[in-house]
């Protein structure tokens, strides 16, 4: 890696943040653009970024050799289509988004001629949110996901694959937009989905005292970013809404075993269950 | 406590066995009961208890002056109908069993004259099982819950309280049998139905490598002892069942939020988990 490219990250919240602060400590010189300026000026003074700004963007846009975007999928696109025009030819960009589809395609095609974009999702998420966060997030036991189309170039995915390295992650791998939606609806939002409807099924506080490590557990995740996880629900929708169905399969199947008081049937679901499951340890 | 007191166990798997091994660190004479011989001389070897015998009880049963019942409900029941009429008057005995309507009246009515059961359940079970694992349970951070019926002296309460403060148990509390079945079907048998339904409902085993902590979390406790889990679910369909329809309602409401791509729903549901989630962090 050229440490003498600037980088330009766009949104500083906890992810977009930790990408500044893992940069500038590498010793890039790192630029940023935030809508707040108190979270702005806290990267400022922490020396995540060495200049930013909340608005009029075109000067900083203007020197990045490399972008960042740190922004939710919707408001990633509304950015390109007010400042794309100002990315400069040979720049190489990328994304954290937790979506792919519809996205990848529509950033794709508003990056100015010689510029490209190579979509990526470093899985590091946490339930806290915000720059301030940035320093607790852990890349080096997560995965990094690059997302090619026909559309890039060997040098963007070369750029990525080398700074998804400098950065420290685990794993890098590579699927397509589609194929990772899909994952990213299993391993994630289904998840996520269960988690909150558990929740949200009853008021349980009075048994809050009793709840031991397997309610903690399951629920630990339903403390959720409402805005940012609409957003991915909705941009993932069809593959969610897919697996929703084929989870309440299974869990329809359970109780008509239970209503039949039939063991076996149990039994049978249980020792699959404990036999996947202890697929997933080795690995 | 009283010392002197000589207690027997019955059935030394991992919850039997831990309450063996901590009576015999306090220094209270230990006999058990097991199916297996291996498992038996092995707890005789590790000094958990001090005798013990896999079949022809009649001598055991009556030195005992307490009886824990490491079994399921439904051994439980036919060990009483074969071998209760041997427990000597004085005797009080408990239960470790998860589930408790239609088990500890029936217990009762099968304890001879003089003699009382008082049914508890220590929330400390383990995804292991076995005595080899009893070692590992730990009292200290778990709930204590006594259900006892009108049938029930003030004395027998008496000693199962002290029993459990002896036991190091962190929280100590009584309900009903039908408030215990209640509570225990929301917040570990829930928990299960939903952890096993969703590695049943696919088999993804090629995405283990993509898993993060959200998926491992939800899962792990998907891991289960096949018999024992059968025959808590099966105890407590009524409750189980009834529970699983709400969540699922919840489930769906989130889906019908995604097919309708209504936004306000979904961020409503999201903070809502969110509130209610915090709130059992605080207890």
Redesign the interface.
């Known amino acids: 890696m050229d440490k003498r490219k600037t980088y330009l990250v766009v949104g500083l919240g906890l992810l977009g943040g930790k990408y500044a602060l893992e940069l500038s400590r590498a010793g890039y010189r790192v630029l940023g653009i935030n809508r707040s300026q108190s979270n702005l000026d806290w990267a400022l003074e922490q020396g995540y970024v060495a200049e930013g700004k909340t608005r009029d963007f075109a000067d900083l846009i203007g020197q990045a050799d490399h972008i960042v975007f740190g922004l939710y999928p919707t408001a990633l696109i509304r950015w390109m289509e007010e400042w794309g025009s100002y990315i400069r030819p040979g720049c190489i960009a990328t994304d954290v988004s937790g979506v792919k589809t519809g996205l990848v395609d529509k950033v794709q095609a508003l990056m100015p001629p010689g510029s490209e974009f190579i979509a990526s999702h470093p899985?590091a998420g946490k339930e806290v949110s915000g720059v301030q966060n940035a320093a607790k997030v852990d890349f080096s036991s997560?995965?990094f996901?690059i997302t090619p189309t026909p559309a890039n170039t060997p040098g963007a995915i070369v750029w990525i694959t080398e700074l998804a390295h400098e950065l420290g992650f685990a794993?890098i791998?590579t699927l397509t937009p589609a194929q990772h939606d899909r994952?990213?609806g299993?391993?994630?939002q289904?998840?996520?989905?269960?988690?909150?409807?558990?929740?949200?099924?009853?008021?349980?506080?009075d048994?809050?005292?009793?709840?031991?490590?397997?309610?903690?557990?399951?629920?630990?995740?339903?403390?959720?970013?409402?805005?940012m996880?609409?957003?991915l629900?909705?941009w993932n929708?069809e593959n969610?809404?897919a697996?929703?169905?084929?989870?309440?399969?299974?869990?329809?199947?359970?109780?008509g075993y239970?209503?039949a008081?039939d063991?076996e049937g149990?039994?049978e679901?249980?020792?699959?269950?404990?036999q996947?499951?202890?697929?997933?340890d080795?690995?």
Chains 1, 2 share one sequence.
């Open positions: 899985m997560a995965n996901i794993r791998t994952m990213i299993y391993v994630s289904l998840c996520h989905a269960i988690a909150v409807s558990l929740m949200c099924a009853s008021d349980n506080a048994l809050a005292q009793y709840t031991g490590d397997s309610f903690r557990d399951l629920t630990r995740i339903a403390k959720i970013n409402a805005e996880w609409a957003e629900f909705l929708r969610l809404s697996q929703i169905d084929q989870f309440s399969a299974a869990l329809q199947q359970m109780k239970l209503e008081e063991r149990l039994e679901m249980f020792r699959l269950s404990t996947r499951r202890s697929a997933f080795l690995k």
